[in-house]
């Protein structure tokens, strides 16, 4: 199998719907041992969710604005499991005042929120495991590719673009070691975190008209899951660095089909040769 014999730190599974769950289902059918993060008063869901993946398995408690927990973290893993071949980093928040167009005015306490718990995480995560992680483990970031601005992701969007350059900065330092770290930038995808940002219903309906394999933000979640297993697993050893796309495609093309949009005919028609 896959992950057979691999130990995985799985963080972000809430409910059922997490797209953190379902790649920690997959993990468990490949063979992998996993142990789950929650904190505060969500951790009781992620107990629920974590007896319905496999009975018995752990959830430790892991505030990434706690300083204290990472330690701790470190060194549960340490008496738990003595090293730790994988991580899924699956952590992100804006306050409300920081999405849905408000770009221009959200305060900086809302930006530095957003900041700390979706992009420097992955780096204190990343500190918190690697003196436990082999040469070959690898670490994987889930995120919503940022390299051009949505018309509704505003400071979300900046936090991710942070966390895709931290991607790439722990791999210069964490290479050397023989940790991989890489993002996974999915299509945007039905879960508890997406009903929280206005407009997504709109960008899931959107997204499949432009995306050459097409999309369904309900459908789409066993895809992701199925690719980040192959990049927790020793498949991908030279592979760092990096934003793999599970989107459909849709980050290859530059607009969709003329036929999907209303009006663009006459935009982007070839015109007709003229005589003479």
Request: net charge negative; hydrophobic share 45%; proline share 7%.
């Amino acid at each position: 199998m896959l992950l057979q014999g691999k130990k995985l730190l799985i963080t972000g599974v809430l409910t059922p719907q997490s797209l953190a769950f379902g790649i920690a289902e997959h993990a468990l059918a490949q063979g992998a041992e996993i142990i789950l993060t929650g904190f505060g008063r969500a951790k009781s869901l992620t107990e629920r969710s974590a007896k319905r993946l496999k009975p018995g398995t752990e959830v430790l408690e892991l505030d990434v604005t706690n300083p204290e927990h990472f330690p701790a973290l470190t060194e549960t893993l340490r008496q738990k499991w003595g090293r730790v071949d994988g991580v899924l980093h699956a952590i992100a928040y804006a306050p409300e005042d920081a999405l849905g167009g408000n770009f221009l005015n959200t305060p900086w306490e809302s930006v530095q929120t957003a900041f700390r718990i979706s992009a420097f995480s992955v780096k204190e995560l990343a500190m918190a495991c690697a003196p436990l992680m082999p040469p070959g483990s690898a670490i994987v970031a889930l995120d919503f590719d940022n390299r051009q601005a949505w018309p509704i992701y505003d400071w979300m969007g900046v936090c991710k673009a942070a966390m895709e350059a931290t991607v790439r900065y722990l791999a210069r330092d964490l290479g050397p070691k023989g940790i991989r770290v890489n993002a996974l930038a999915a299509g945007p995808l039905a879960t508890i975190a997406a009903k929280g940002i206005p407009g997504f219903k709109a960008l899931a309906q959107y997204w499949g008209k432009q995306a050459p394999l097409g999309w369904s933000d309900k459908d789409s979640h066993d895809h992701v899951a199925r690719t980040a297993c192959a990049m927790l697993s020793d498949w991908m050893p030279s592979t760092t660095g990096e934003m793999v796309h599970v989107d459909g495609g849709y980050h290859s093309v530059g607009a969709p089909p003329v036929d999907t949009v209303e009006g663009a005919e006459g935009v982007l028609a070839t015109p007709t040769p003229k005589e003479g």
